[in-house]
């Protein structure tokens, strides 16, 4: 099975920072990466899909990049409600296995 | 709006059965794959299993062939998860979610999801 890694697995950064949290796979997966937001305490919220298209209502400070085995995450200037764990997602086939997440504070 | 309730869960006993259920509205459930994602007290998600919009097909990850089974019901518009043998590392929220689109299986709605307790 294809194995999901993110890095780092923690960050603090200053808000209007530019925050890049790094997804690799182990085998090509093309463009079937999604990214998530799980806020504290919150439901999973899907972000980004197909590596780079962002989900209806998501701001645009968010943005996805990559194609078959590296991907980012970037958040162009953090904000507070931005505080969260971030989780990618591999989606070609079963099982559709999730990164160990990324857990961004604000310094 | 997309609405996804999950329902059954519970502390249960090491070897017992728990049967998950998750009600759905807001779309036309039949045409929809479906998926259950668990997350352990302070860890990460894991993806657990998925069933195609027909039921004809189901995928599992590793840690529960055998024991889970997904079904879901396009009449009642629900989905559930029949979890046998529970071992204490299947205590979890257990969260309902559906897939994107037709053969897009990104998770873009998700239900708050049901504690499962395995404990003695």
């Known amino acids: 099975d294809i194995q999901m890694t993110q890095s780092p697995s923690s960050l603090s950064a200053s808000v209007g920072d530019r925050v890049t949290i790094t997804c690799r796979a182990s085998q090509g997966i093309s463009n079937f990466l999604a990214w998530y937001q799980q806020k504290p305490g919150k439901v999973p919220k899907l972000l980004i899909y197909?590596?780079?298209t962002l989900q209806s209502g998501v701001p645009s400070r968010f943005s996805g990049s990559g194609s078959g085995t590296d991907f980012t995450l970037t958040i162009s200037s953090l904000q507070p409600e931005d505080v969260a764990s971030y989780y990618c997602?591999?989606?070609?086939?079963?099982?559709?296995?999730f990164g160990p997440g990324t857990k961004v504070d604000i310094k | 709006q997309v609405q996804l309730v999950e329902s059954g869960g519970g502390v249960v006993q090491p070897g017992r059965s728990l049967r998950l259920s998750c009600a759905a509205s807001?779309?036309?459930?039949?045409?929809?794959?479906m998926h259950w994602v668990r997350q352990a007290p302070g860890k990460g998600l894991e993806w657990v299993a998925i069933i195609s919009y027909d039921g004809s097909s189901e995928y599992y990850t590793e840690s529960v062939k055998g024991r889970f089974t997904i079904s879901r019901d396009n009449s009642k518009n629900t989905l559930y998860l029949q979890m046998n043998s529970l071992r204490a590392e299947d205590t979890a929220v257990y969260y309902c979610?559906?897939?994107?689109?037709?053969?897009?299986?990104?998770?873009?709605?998700w239900g708050q999801g049901t504690l499962v307790t395995v404990s003695s």
């Open positions: 197909a590596a780079s």
């Open positions: 997602q591999k989606y070609n086939s079963a099982p559709f296995t």
């Open positions: 979610a559906r897939a994107r689109a037709p053969f897009d299986f990104c998770l873009d709605s």
């Open positions: 807001g779309f036309t459930f039949s045409t929809y794959a």
